[in-house]
């Protein structure tokens, strides 16, 4: 068939001036490859009747953007006007400049993860944030791993492996993705023994549920949901007490985990982990990346022998932090030691602290220049709305902020909010609001320049 003869021969392409260039850009195989897979693109496309002249005229612009795009791996950054503070699929804590500093360094240079300098002897990695974490949450010992999902399987699993642990009907939560605590609990091994109802467990409900084959007592935060009326949960302080009687740990999951009273900063007042540590707990597990505010990690803090035997387990080895988490880490937990400065310097606490006025006077500078770049098709609104931590945490509550509210002026066939978010995730810098109410809007809590926004519209 003759049309298929005007496509030309991959030599011709790479010896062009355009080839040439894409070379020097992306190297001859990556070309090479990609050039192959868009001419047996254009054969298919021919066979079913479309204009080979004009395909053949497109194909070195064809070509620029499927090495362009093929050069985009991993994960883009964005602009989160999401108003979840804490979101999981973009992330979670953004890091303070310390930790990002040390990161780098650990990156770049040989460190003395595992080596003690004084002896030169073998140290531990667990060293170089122990006894900050005790200081900071009155803990005796403390060990740090992958996340708080594998803080939890860890701890379950030195303790409970072919036992049970006893935890309440109100408390057995899924987190997310697969992250449920009756199979977390099935891979640790650990025979799931749930006491109580939904909504109210007791004292007695837990004593009557020990046996000698009871490994430890969990209490888990409910952090992503809350029950609320006629409920009644146990304590973590009469479960230290039971659990003590019994002799097995109580593990407090707490999730979140904030190392210090948030209500300074207007919200709730959630558990703090010293608190946790205070009512009893054997243990406690917590994030690095929600409000603490740090990398991905999990902590388990408590007494002494609890974690001696944590660490001689040896899932521990299979769930451990990499030196560049460690040093992060190590920097964000240095910013608690002033926690007046915090808000100042932990992004996350800075997101989650800002005025509800403060962001509303940022949505009306930005309102008419936004205006502007999307044109006559989007009518721009400053709107109040309400922000969420995000990541489970505090899951009731909302946070009083403002933003801009984007209404397509023609939505005769519907769907035009979805539409016009669709047109903002395709921008180089994709720009990510939320629905609501038939409506998108940009939550501007989490968007630390103006420019920031200005300059991704700009590309539309
Ligand atoms: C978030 C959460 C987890 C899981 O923590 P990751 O750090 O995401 O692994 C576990 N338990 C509770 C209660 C949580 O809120």
Known sequence: MSAFRALPSVDRVLASAAGRDLVQAHGRSAVTAA????????REAIAGGADAGALVAGLADQLAIDLADAAQTGPRPVLNLTGVVLHTNLGRALLAEPALAAATTAMAQAVALEMDLDSGGRGERDDHLRELICQLTGAEDATVVNNNAAAVLLALNTFGQGREAIVSRGELIEIGGAFRMPDIMARAGTRLVEVGTTNRSHEHDYRQALSPDTGLILKV???NYRIEGFTAQVPASVLAGIAAEAGVPLLNDL??????????LGLRREPTVAQAVAEGAGLVTFSGDKLLGGPQAGFIVGRRELIAAINRNPLKRALRLDKIRI??????????RDPDTLAGHLPTLRHLSRSRDDIAAQAERLLAPVQALLGDGVR???????SQVGSGALPVDTLASAGLRLVAVDDAGGGAPERLAARLRALPVPVLGRIHEGTLILDLRCLDRDDDLLEALAAL
């Open 255 to 264: 999730g979140s985990g904030s190392l210090v009273d948030l209500s300074a």
């Open 327 to 336: 040093a992060a880490l190590a920097a964000t937990l240095q910013l608690y």
């Open 221 to 223: 935060h409910t952090s």
């Open 35 to 42: 050039l192959r897979q868009r001419l047996a693109r254009m």
């Open 380 to 386: 721009v609104q400053a709107c109040e709305c309400a």
